[in-house]
Structure formats: structure tokens, C-alpha cells
């Protein structure tokens, strides 16, 4: 007997990548490159049936400013208080607090402060070796800055998942995983297949189940 289940449900987990506005098509590839189906997420009704969220970076200023004018910030706060969220660079300024010069305020679901474009202006971006052993792999990630943000205080309950030296610059609370640099710039896919393997499927048991008996 054909069930509902194995019936047509594609095995792969729908990730919502936010496009308002920033880099969100270079989201797009790394996670449809790390084996998820996407999805751009630009209306309420697109946060639907939603895996997860990825917050791509671009301008947290533009980003806020967007989901105030097309009235998106009520169910955009309520997907990422749902869904596991992974955010990098501007999207981490979003998931985080105490960000300034900002036209409305950050979510504040992971407790880190954040001070934006910490490492200076766009003509100071730079990639540099980041350690990330939860990411898996011996060798180090590069990591590409660009008018990044540093975390300046990291709450008791948040986990250090990437290290620029001494500096935490991946964040983890539970679902919701912050890094301040831009693993959709390179090709590799190790911080998107963690979170898909680490992250999605341990938080939503019931497409766990699914993708189980559609094998
Ligand atoms: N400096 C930008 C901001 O404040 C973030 C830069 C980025 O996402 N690469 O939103």
C-alpha cells in the first residue's frame, strides 16, 4: 500500500531563504549544493511548510526597514521563534541584540551583542582561516569578511560553533545559529550540511520521521 507519507513527499528538507533584500541567490546555491530543496521567502505566505530559515547577509539597516514597510516583521518573528534559523553577517545582526544605528530593533533570539561592521568598511573585507572543528573536516574554513559584525558579549546559554583566533565569530542557540562571516562565498559546503544534518533534522521530528519512511 501506498501511504501518505512515501506518496510524492520529496525526502528533502525546504529551506526559506529570506530575499528582501542582499545575497540571498548565493544562500540559494549553497543549500540546493548541500542538498535541500529552497524556497525565496519575500511575503507572509511564503514562510509556510517552511524546514528552516536562512538570513542571508546584505544591509540589516535595508533588511529591517523592508519588513517594517511590507508589514512582514510580525511573521517573520514568529518563523524564526518556530524554525531553525541560520544567519550569516547581516542576518546575524538581525538574530542578535544591542545592534546600533539601526531603524528598528534586532530580534534579540540569540543572546549575544552585536557591533556592526566591526572590522571596518567595505574596503577592509578580508578572508582569513576560521576554526570550526563542529563543522567537521581537519582543515579550517575560509572565511570571508565583509563590513562584519563582531559578537562582543556571548550569553551563558550560547554556544562558540567558529573561531577567528580567540573571537567567536559563529554563534549557536539551539536552533538558531549565527556567523559573522559568509560560507555561501565559498564552495564549501560543511556549515550548510551540519545544519541540515545537526540542526534541521534533530528540530523537526515529524520530516525526520518522513524522510525516514520515504526511503
Ligand atoms: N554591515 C552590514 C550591516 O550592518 C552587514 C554586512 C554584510 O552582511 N556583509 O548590515
Not at 525565496?40 to 539597516?61: C, I, K, N, Y
Not at 514597510?69 to 514568529?78: G, T, Y
Not at 577567528?164 to 560543511?190: K, S
Request: hydrophobic letters at 45%; proline letters at 7%; aromatic letters at 6%.
Amino acid at each position: 500500500m501506498v501511504t501518505g507519507v512515501t506518496a510524492g513527499v520529496d525526502p528533502r528538507p525546504l529551506v526559506g531563504v529570506f530575499a528582501l533584500q542582499g545575497d540571498f541567490a548565493k544562500h540559494r546555491e549553497a543549500w540546493e549544493r548541500a542538498g535541500a530543496r529552497t524556497r525565496e521567502v519575500r511575503s507572509e505566505a511564503d514562510f509556510a511548510g517552511l524546514d528552516a530559515l536562512s538570513l542571508p547577509g546584505g544591509e540589516s539597516t535595508t533588511m529591517l526597514r523592508l519588513l517594517g514597510v511590507l508589514k512582514l516583521r510580525a511573521p517573520f518573528e514568529a518563523a524564526v521563534a518556530r524554525l531553525p534559523v541560520f544567519a550569516t553577517c547581516a542576518g546575524a545582526i538581525l538574530l542578535g541584540k544591542g545592534a546600533t544605528h539601526l531603524p528598528a530593533s534586532p530580534l534579540g533570539v540569540i543572546d549575544v551583542d552585536v557591533l556592526r561592521n566591526a572590522y571596518g568598511r567595505q574596503i577592509d573585507s578580508f578572508e582569513a582561516p576560521v576554526d570550526s572543528p563542529v563543522f567537521g573536516g581537519d582543515a579550517p574554513l575560509i572565511g570571508v569578511f565583509i563590513r562584519a559584525p563582531r559578537f562582543t558579549r556571548v550569553g551563558p546559554g550560547v554556544e562558540v560553533i567558529a573561531r577567528l583566533g580567540d573571537e567567536p565569530v559563529g554563534v549557536r542557540d539551539g536552533r538558531h545559529v549565527a556567523l559573522a562571516f559568509h560560507p555561501e562565498l565559498t564552495d564549501d559546503a560543511r556549515p550548510f550540511r551540519w545544519f541540515l544534518a545537526h540542526v534541521v533534522a534533530t528540530a523537526s521530528p515529524a520530516r525526520a520521521q518522513g524522510r525516514a519512511a520515504a526511503r
